[in-house]
């Protein structure tokens, strides 16, 4: 059995990361020369960490258990081998790390590179928490435009890709009509966040004409899917809208199929508040069973304002 064991990089990282999440004790893997990152393990107790390298020795492993609150705690524990030692307390100089006058170089030594260590950690450590941030932020993004939860699988991998844009495809069928939508996703240029900015929808009506449009999104707010279909089937959508000084207003919203812009969308017509169009004067124009309940009546005109078509 060897006793000299030089230790790998990837091995400090993980004693940091260990000791972040409350680990100090680890089992190695003490019949090895080289210690890699597969030959170390890290447990809260001493009892899990010698119930470990009991349950593990065989005879090409034998694991010793080491308790340590720093990377110099390891590095002071772990031998490097009697033969060496010995010449290092004959000769200190005999390593370029010691001197005549005591260890303090190397203790400066040590310290930096656990404090380099534990900065890579921590710096990781928020880019890992900024991600959950953004894949959460994005998936809410998602399921309140109204495009559902299928969708999060294949999100959670592309954002692990790292690409500077991605698309992700929704198709449904709405009263018999197939509706798809391609939802376009764009990296920042100055961040790691990524921004659902807009998505292209089609709705193939019954006489087989599609029509198409791309909607826009401000700040994860916009046009949601029901709304896209009930647009694209021909109907308007009353929506909060806001200038381009910020100011918010109302107003019904209506695509124009005789008039494109230059980007090839649909002009979208506006009728605001001032146009003059009630909608609850409208209904009660007709004997509808609803507005006589105060909660169905409500129910019946935020339906009605989102375009949708009543049974």
């Given at each position: 059995?060897?006793?000299?064991?030089?230790?790998?990089?990837?091995?400090?990282?993980?004693?940091?990361?260990?000791?972040?999440?409350?680990?100090?004790?680890m089992a190695y893997n003490n019949s090895l020369y080289f210690i890699d990152k597969a030959d170390v393990h890290f447990f809260r107790t001493k009892e899990e960490a010698v119930d470990?390298?009991?349950?593990?020795?065989?005879?090409?492993?034998?694991?010793?258990?080491?308790?340590?609150?720093?990377?110099?705690?390891?590095?002071?524990?772990?031998?490097?081998?009697?033969?060496?030692?010995?010449?290092?307390?004959?000769?200190?100089?005999?390593?370029?790390?010691?001197?005549?006058?005591?260890?303090?170089?190397?203790?400066?030594?040590?310290?930096?590179?656990?404090?380099?260590?534990?900065?890579?950690?921590?710096?990781?450590?928020?880019?890992?928490?900024?991600?959950?941030?953004?894949?959460?932020?994005?998936?809410?993004?998602?399921?309140?435009?109204?495009?559902?939860?299928?969708?999060?699988?294949?999100?959670?991998?592309?954002?692990?890709?790292?690409?500077?844009?991605?698309?992700?495809?929704?198709?449904?069928?709405?009263?018999?009509?197939?509706?798809?939508?391609?939802?376009?996703?764009?990296?920042?240029?100055?961040?790691?966040?990524?921004?659902?900015?807009?998505?292209?929808?089609?709705?193939?009506?019954?006489?087989?004409?599609?029509?198409?449009?791309?909607?826009?999104?401000?700040?994860?707010?916009?046009?949601?899917?029901?709304?896209?279909?009930?647009?694209?089937?021909?109907?308007?959508?009353?929506?909060?809208?806001?200038?381009?000084?910020?100011?918010?207003?109302?107003?019904?919203?209506?695509?124009?199929?005789?008039?494109?812009?230059?980007?090839?969308?649909?002009?979208?017509?506006?009728?605001?508040?001032?146009?003059?169009?009630?909608?609850?004067?409208?209904?009660?124009?007709?004997?509808v069973a609803e507005l006589n309940d105060p909660e169905k009546a409500k129910a019946l005109m935020q339906s009605l304002e989102k375009g949708n078509v009543q049974s």
């Amino acid at each position: 059995m060897t006793t000299e064991h030089p230790i790998a990089d990837e091995v400090l990282d993980l004693v940091s990361i260990a000791l972040a999440k409350g680990e100090n004790y680890m089992a190695y893997n003490n019949s090895l020369y080289f210690i890699d990152k597969a030959d170390v393990h890290f447990f809260r107790t001493k009892e899990e960490a010698v119930d470990f390298a009991e349950s593990n020795l065989s005879d090409r492993d034998r694991f010793s258990v080491l308790h340590f609150n720093s990377v110099k705690d390891i590095l002071n524990q772990i031998p490097y081998g009697d033969q060496h030692q010995r010449q290092l307390n004959i000769d200190p100089d005999a390593n370029g790390l010691y001197n005549k006058d005591g260890n303090d170089f190397t203790d400066a030594l040590i310290d930096h590179f656990e404090s380099q260590q534990l900065s890579l950690f921590n710096k990781q450590l928020k880019t890992d928490v900024m991600n959950n941030e953004n894949l959460q932020y994005l998936k809410d993004n998602i399921k309140y435009m109204g495009f559902g939860e299928n969708m999060y699988r294949e999100l959670e991998r592309n954002l692990g890709e790292g690409k500077a844009e991605f698309q992700l495809h929704f198709a449904a069928e709405i009263n018999k009509k197939p509706f798809e939508a391609t939802l376009n996703f764009r990296k920042s240029d100055s961040t790691d966040m990524y921004f659902f900015n807009n998505y292209n929808a089609s709705l193939e009506k019954n006489n087989g004409e599609k029509n198409e449009q791309t909607f826009y999104l401000n700040k994860g707010k916009g046009v949601t899917a029901k709304e896209a279909y009930n647009l694209l089937d021909g109907r308007a959508v009353h929506k909060d809208l806001t200038t381009k000084e910020g100011q918010p207003y109302k107003a019904w919203i209506q695509l124009d199929f005789e008039n494109k812009d230059k980007n090839n969308n649909f002009e979208v017509k506006q009728f605001h508040e001032n146009y003059g169009y009630d909608l609850k004067a409208a209904v009660e124009k007709f004997a509808v069973a609803e507005l006589n309940d105060p909660e169905k009546a409500k129910a019946l005109m935020q339906s009605l304002e989102k375009g949708n078509v009543q049974s």
